[in-house]
């Protein structure tokens, strides 16, 4: 799965109405790489991690915990590709999804449960990128 396929299952597992901390999204996702390859799982989870290290910079979560800034970052990713990038290029495009509490705790979970639909088991899982709060040591430094 490259990024565009990643981004595009985003928007294809988008649900059409309000989603409250994207759990329809998750829960979409989820089915959706379940009936496919372990690959697809695995791969999903690598451009997933990819996308919060790159947003795991000081300038966006300065104020805010380790699990509010992760579950916030989350969200920006749930929130697609166009917005994920505007986050990037501007970093007050972040600063509604803080100060609104808006989360997507949900969509950190998808390859796991994914996983466990395929396999029967848990996976214990490592990704090039760690996706946790203040792990990329290029957006914090000092």
Sequence with gaps: MNED???QLI?????????????????NITER?????????????EQLSWALYQLDRQEYGQDLSGDAFL????????????VFC????DAAAFAPFA???IWAESLLYVPDRAYECITGG????DTRYSFESFSNAEGWPG
């Design 122 to 125: 848990e996976w214990d899982r």
């Design 71 to 82: 579950y916030t970052r989350a969200a920006v990713v749930a929130a697609g590709r166009a």
């Design 5 to 7: 396929t990643f981004w």
């Design 86 to 89: 505007g986050v990037l290029q």
């Design 11 to 27: 928007e294809d597992c988008r649900p059409p109405g309000p989603d409250s901390e994207a759990e329809q999204l998750a829960a």
């Design 99 to 101: 100060s609104n509490h």
């Design 33 to 45: 790489l379940a009936r496919s390859p372990l690959s697809l799982v695995t791969d999903f989870a």
